[in-house]
Antibody
Framework: QLQLQESGPGLVNPSETLSLTCTVSGGSISGDYWSWIRQLPGKGLEWIGYVRYTGSTNYSPSLNSRVTISLDTSKNDFSLRVSSVTAADTAIYYC??????????WGPGTLVTVSS | DVVMTQSPLSLPVTLGQPASISCRSSQSLVYSDGNTHLNWFQQRPGQSPRRLIYMVSNRDSGVPDRFSGSGSGTDFTLKISRVEAEDVGIYYCMQGTHWPWTFGQGTKVEIK
């Protein structure tokens, strides 16, 4: 059974870089698409971007200049980096298998707070 | 970006009664491959979202048949034929046709 688990700091200083990793277990990261989605406090869901098993990526234009998503097939995980964060980046961050149909599963999510 | 507008945003329902959620997109969701990439997700309290319906009307494995999706073009509906206590949560529609893919604001289903 495929499972995803986010990990990384829960608190990030303003202007610094948010870094999260999603570890995939119960299956291979190869041959699929992997996405990062966030849920802003009290608000809905926002797609950050996705990475294909080949390493190609696509980022939301609203975050494009600050986002990097990469994968590591040797570790069976993929990562998210968001630079120059502000309080507006405070959210629950989810990693998910899939792209336009977003089949899942989703990780449990990790709350990242941007604050000094 | 394609705007997904759900209504209502809050839906109190009596157990055993039907429920219906509308989702409208600001552009047609018919993709170049002829498919319409409109998905529905359920987020139960304290849990991550999970997909219920993909490509308008295809139910995911394990999803009860009281859930059904319909619609075309820009107008879509999720129906629950008889609401059960486990259906409480927030329901989101999501379009996967136009990048960036976008979600509706969510509809909170609660028991009266």
């Amino acid at each position: 059974q495929l499972q995803l688990q986010e990990s990384g700091p829960g608190l990030v200083n303003p202007s610094e870089t948010l870094s999260l990793t999603c570890t995939v277990s119960g299956g291979s990261i190869s041959g699929d698409y992997w996405s990062w989605i966030r849920q802003l406090p009290g608000k809905g869901l926002e797609w950050i971007g996705y990475v294909r098993y080949t390493g190609s990526t696509n980022y939301s234009p609203s975050l494009n200049s600050r986002v990097t998503i990469s994968l590591d097939t040797s570790k069976n995980d993929f990562s998210l980096r968001v630079s120059s964060v502000t309080a507006a980046d405070t959210a629950i961050y989810y990693c998910v298998r899939g792209e336009r149909t977003l089949a899942g599963p989703w990780g449990p999510g990790t709350l990242v707070t941007v604050s000094s | 970006d394609v705007v997904m507008t759900q209504s209502p945003l809050s839906l109190p329902v009596t157990l055993g009664q039907p429920a219906s959620i509308s989702c409208r997109s600001s552009q047609s969701l018919v993709y170049s491959d002829g498919n319409t990439h409109l998905n529905w997700f359920q987020q139960r309290p304290g849990q991550s979202p999970r997909r219920l319906i993909y490509m308008v009307s295809n139910r995911d494995s394990g999803v009860p048949d009281r859930f059904s999706g319909s619609g075309s073009g820009t107008d879509f509906t999720l129906k629950i034929s008889r609401v059960e206590a486990e259906d409480v949560g927030i329901y989101y529609c999501m379009q996967g046709t136009h990048w960036p893919w976008t979600f509706g604001q969510g509809t909170k289903v609660e028991i009266k």
